[in-house]
């Protein structure tokens, strides 16, 4: 079975402070992709970042990164310079590749930026 | 780049009615496509996958014959909640993989759909 743990269910920071939420996963898997993605109280999903078990190179887009740590099965993100903005519901979201369908959800970490 | 749209976004029903929920691919083909139900402060729950032209697959605990899912072309499917009562008061969100790409694209989500059940 595939689990995905996010284990801190709420989390407070500064503007402007970096701030990492965790995620650990467990697949028997080889090929498979893991996401971040954000709902703010809009409740839109939306995607922050993406990595391809295969790629050894951790993601990054702007301010948002990872931390993919295979043999640990950790997949980290860091937000850095944080903004009112990135204030939302955080998921870890793990997928498995080969055409196979199927996704496992984190249960979230609800993040809040404090001005 | 692709879009899921979601309709309606909010709605009120009453107990014992039905009500449809729309998820379209706008820009690309879907030939699978999830539904989850959503409570408040909680992770996305997936219902059902659903893929065009056969039947859908529920996951353990959904009922079948509450929860109507049809994916009758590749762009649209729609989830129907039957004989509505107020503990079927949630959010609801569809997700869509886009046929063209089989692994590695990303989720694409719908805005999601409040129910209320009155």
């Known amino acids: 079975a595939q689990t995905v743990t996010q284990s801190q269910p709420e989390m407070s920071v500064q503007e402007a402070e970096t701030v990492t939420l965790s995620c650990t996963y467990d697949?028997?898997?080889?090929?498979?992709?893991l996401f971040w993605y954000k709902q703010p109280p809009s409740r839109q999903m939306i995607l922050v970042i993406r990595q391809e078990a295969y790629k050894q190179q951790n993601a990054t887009e702007n301010r948002f990164s990872v931390n993919f740590q295979k043999a640990a099965k950790s997949f980290s993100l860091k937000i850095s310079d944080s903004q009112l903005g990135d204030t939302a519901m955080y998921f870890c979201i793990m997928r498995r590749g080969g055409g196979a369908d199927g996704l496992t959800f984190g249960k979230g970490t609800h993040l809040i930026i404090q001005p | 780049g692709a879009v899921v749209s979601q309709h309606p976004s909010r709605v009120i029903c009453k107990s014992g009615t039905s009500v449809k929920i729309e998820c379209r691919s706008l820009?690309?083909?879907?030939?699978?496509m999830f539904w989850y139900r959503q409570f408040p402060k909680k992770s996305l729950m997936l219902m059902a996958t659903s893929n065009e032209g056969s039947k859908a697959t529920y996951e353990q605990g959904v009922e079948k014959d509450k929860f109507l899912i049809n994916h009758a072309s590749l762009t649209l499917s729609t989830l129907t909640v039957t004989s509505a009562h107020p503990e079927d008061s949630s959010f609801y969100i569809c997700s869509a993989r886009d046929g063209g790409v089989v692994n590695n694209s990303p989720l694409h989500f719908g805005n999601g759909t409040r129910l209320t059940v009155t």
């Open positions: 820009d690309f083909q879907a030939t699978t």
């Open positions: 697949t028997s898997e080889n090929n498979y992709y």
